[in-house]
């Protein structure tokens, strides 16, 4: 069986966390499925799909990681182009990856004691996500 929900935020981009563990523990609940798989993906070349422990210290962290890994300022030619000035965020989310695949039994998502499932978003625009929650099992 084959279950599909969505999760709308209004994200806010330069890097904004979204914790998604919630919603997805929901709507695995929800299915009535007691195990399988849930993927959570994101259709957006800015925005990505991770596991962290979303606390401070470490979030502030991430944010540093990504900046001397692909900073903001580089010398890129998309940027240089005129169309965009987001290439940084296309860079970083293309690394990062649109989606994670999650197993779930007795209809509970199987994460580590700190882990979360997050949606970052590398644009620099706000605009609306749709986060696909796909779940299959039995």
Known sequence: M???YYIEIRAEGGGEFHN???DVRKYVKESGMRAGLVTVYI???TGAITTIEAKEGLLQDFSAFWEKLIPRNGNYLH???GL???TFSHLRASVLGCSVTIPFSDSKITLGTWQQIVLVDFDIKTRA????CQIMGD
């Not at 996500?129 to 696909?132: E, H, Q, S, Y």
Request: avoid cysteine; proline fraction near 5%; hydrophobic fraction near 25%.
């Open 43 to 45: 259709p957006s070349a």
């Open 2 to 4: 084959v279950k599909t």
């Open 84 to 86: 965009d000035s987001n």
């Open 129 to 132: 996500r749709k986060v696909i």
């Open 79 to 81: 940027d240089q182009r």
């Open 20 to 22: 998604l563990t919630e």
